[in-house]
């Protein structure tokens, strides 16, 4: 499959590592310089729910929410964030890198911004981001190159973060056939 390295360039200048403990990082967008990986969950291709808003007096999860459903092949990666560095920090990093490397912000969050605190389970049950906390720090970007978008989310709390990869494209299809 391919892969678009649209951000691959600009943290590789940043001198940003390619890979820790074992698990490579996505070709589009590295993780925020001495964090460790925790995890990486190649999902493959399905719908993800990326979040595009937050209305702060919503009940219900659908209220709270405002999503974007996309379809494509999905990364998952989870980080520890490294010592001595804020939330705010990795946060801020992670948005400028992105700016630079061509993608539009289609939501950013902090803290309060992010929901009521009732709000942080939603996320997980929205989204599958887990570390959801009362210093949330979370943005939603895209990106297009070679008529193929993709979509990042990231979700940063104070001891760890996550990253989200979505690259749309066509589902192989015609796997099944009829045999009579």
């Not at 981001?129 to 297009?144: G, I, P, V």
């Not at 760890?160 to 099944?176: A, D, K, S």
Request: glycine fraction near 10%.
């Amino acid at each position: 499959m391919h892969k678009i390295p649209i951000l691959a360039a600009v943290f590789c200048a940043l001198n940003l590592p390619a890979q820790a403990a074992g698990i490579q990082d996505h070709p589009a967008v590295s993780r925020y310089e001495g964090s460790t990986a925790s995890r990486r969950d190649d999902d493959g291709f399905k719908t993800y729910t990326l979040v595009v808003g937050v209305n702060d007096r919503g009940k219900t999860d659908e209220e709270l929410f405002k999503t974007l459903k996309v379809e494509g092949e999905v990364t998952r990666f989870a980080y520890e964030n490294p010592k001595g560095r804020s939330a705010y920090e990795i946060f801020a990093n992670y948005q400028q890198g992105l700016k630079q490397g061509g993608f539009e912000i289609l939501f950013a969050c902090q803290e309060k911004e992010c929901g009521p605190g009732y709000a942080s389970s939603g996320w997980g049950r929205v989204t599958g981001l887990r570390y959801a906390s009362s210093d949330t720090h979370y943005l939603a970007a895209k990106s297009s190159k070679d008529g193929r978008e993709i979509y990042v989310a990231v979700l940063v709390a104070r001891l760890r973060h996550q990253l989200e990869i979505v690259e749309t494209g066509q589902m192989q299809t015609g796997m099944v056939t009829k045999s009579c």
